[in-house]
């Protein structure tokens, strides 16, 4: 793959506008393993190497597990390695990545109030929001994987 333009340096103020966003969930009341477990999901579903490869980095430096990071895309069926509220987080990235299928359920929505506030499940969604954006942006300009 070619490389393509530079956002940050073709359009400096809207790299600073998602770098707010990054800003933003830096302080927001989300454990780093559930920031992690959303960052991972949502790459793998959009196939977005660069972020895959970054969060699964990110991941193992915040004390993550390889086995539970090789079994992100398949928690469904592995179940005793995720906590019923990183199931769920899980099932929100999915339903949100995937939006056009049928949005985030009511059936999500519920389990997430049983573990999460109003505010957190706010957050929640915009870390999603953000993931799939950075996805985009990866995707669209093909960011290469550092070494």
Not at 54 to 81: C, Q, V, Y
Not at 101 to 109: A, F, I
Not at 114 to 127: D, H, K, R, W
């Amino acid at each position: 793959m070619e490389k393509r333009i530079n956002i940050s340096t073709t359009e400096p103020q809207a790299f600073k506008a998602m770098l707010g966003l990054e800003g933003y969930l830096s302080k927001i009341d989300i454990s780093q393993t559930l920031k992690e477990l959303v960052k991972i999901r949502a790459s793998q579903i959009n196939n977005c190497a660069y972020c895959i490869s970054m969060h699964t980095k990110d991941a193992i430096k915040n004390g993550e597990t390889p086995e539970r990071i090789f079994l992100i895309s398949a928690w469904r069926e592995a179940t005793k390695f995720f906590t019923e509220q990183e199931q769920t987080v899980l099932a929100m990235t999915e339903e949100i990545t995937l939006i056009h299928h049928s949005g985030l359920s009511e059936e999500t929505y519920r389990k997430a109030s049983e573990f999460f506030t109003e505010n957190q499940i706010a957050q929640i969604i915009m870390l999603i929001v953000t993931i799939n954006g950075w996805n985009r942006i990866a995707l669209s300009t093909h960011l290469q994987i550092e070494d």
